[in-house]
């Protein structure tokens, strides 16, 4: 790899409640300002591999019981949620989950609750408009009101707010038209040209292949595939049951 790994999970096994293993010991990378995309089918243990990067998995009384997951050269396996935003990474959870009764700005505001102060989150403010311009004229509406891709571009404005150096995304395309899938992958692609690495789970491999320089398959809970993206995208197993080509 031509960059240092600004991200490493060492054999990461997760479990829920003590008892169901959902992550059975894999091990992936994220390379600074990189994009690497991991795949797979529905319950693959692919977001539970981001909610354990991201200590989320400990609210969902779950937990990384061996491996490790090493960030910026520092250990966070174990770390809570709160304190790994403060590290600089940022999970864009499935669903979007907006605050529906709340405006897209107090949205953003409430994404950038780990900043030092309330002059801090308004110029953070500033960079997300600037980086998302539609977010600007949208800045008063109601969340809940808003189309899907709205509430997407929000929930990634969200997760900007916390200044990441490195974002997990979880299905961002979920439920989106094509057109406005586009949009969502083209904004992925302007923000790491700004210098964002990314994690992004997809069930639309082809979108997720297009943007990612490495890639990851995952079935019931192992690393199947892995490889760049060229490999990955001209690799027949995930051309016959991902792309759906011959
Ligand atoms: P999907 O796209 O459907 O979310 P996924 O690849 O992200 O699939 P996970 O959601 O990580 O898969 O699920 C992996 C396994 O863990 C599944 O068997 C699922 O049933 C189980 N699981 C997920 N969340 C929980 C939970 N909160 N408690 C118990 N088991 C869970």
């Known amino acids: 790899?031509?960059?240092?790994?600004?991200?490493?999970?060492?054999?990461?096994?997760?479990?829920?409640?003590?008892?169901?293993l959902a992550v059975k010991g894999i091990?992936?990378?994220?390379?600074?300002?990189?994009c690497t995309a991991l795949l797979g089918g529905n319950g693959a243990g692919k977001s539970t591999t981001l909610k354990a990067i991201s200590g989320i998995l400990l609210a969902e009384n779950g937990?990384?019981?061996?491996?490790?997951?090493?960030?910026?050269?520092?250990?966070i396996s174990g770390v809570v949620a709160d304190r790994i935003v403060r590290r600089g990474i940022s999970h864009v959870?499935?669903?979007?989950?907006?605050?529906?009764?709340?405006?897209?700005?107090?949205?953003?505001?409430?994404?950038?609750?780990?900043?030092?102060?309330?002059?801090?989150?308004?110029?953070?403010?500033?960079?997300?408009?600037?980086?998302?311009?539609?977010?600007?004229?949208?800045?008063?509406?109601?969340?809940?009101?808003?189309?899907?891709?709205?509430?997407?571009?929000?929930?990634?404005?969200?997760?900007?707010?916390?200044?990441?150096?490195?974002m997990l995304l979880d299905e961002p395309s979920l439920g989106l038209a094509p057109k406005i899938t586009e949009d969502i992958f083209a904004l992925l692609a302007t923000l790491r040209s700004d210098g964002l690495s990314l994690l992004i789970v997809e069930q639309n491999t082809r979108a997720a292949l297009k943007i990612a320089d490495t890639a990851y398959v995952m079935e019931t809970g192992r690393?199947?595939?892995?490889?760049?993206?060229?490999?990955?995208?001209?690799?027949?197993?995930?051309?016959?049951?991902?792309?759906?080509?011959d």
């Open 27 to 34: 091990s992936l990378a994220v390379r600074q300002g990189g």
């Open 93 to 166: 959870m499935e669903g979007r989950r907006p605050l529906s009764h709340l405006t897209v700005e107090q949205n953003l505001v409430a994404g950038g609750s780990t900043l030092k102060s309330g002059a801090e989150a308004r110029q953070r403010i500033e960079y997300v408009y600037q980086t998302i311009p539609r977010l600007a004229d949208l800045r008063k509406r109601t969340a809940g009101y808003l189309s899907g891709g709205e509430q997407q571009m929000m929930v990634i404005g969200r997760g900007l707010m916390s200044k990441p150096k490195l």
């Open 223 to 245: 690393i199947v595939m892995e490889g760049s993206a060229e490999e990955i995208a001209s690799n027949e197993d995930v051309r016959e049951f991902y792309l759906g080509l």
């Open 1 to 20: 790899l031509p960059s240092p790994a600004l991200l490493e999970l060492k054999n990461i096994e997760a479990m829920y409640n003590g008892i169901v």
């Open 63 to 75: 937990e990384v019981n061996s491996g490790e997951i090493v960030f910026g050269g520092e250990r």
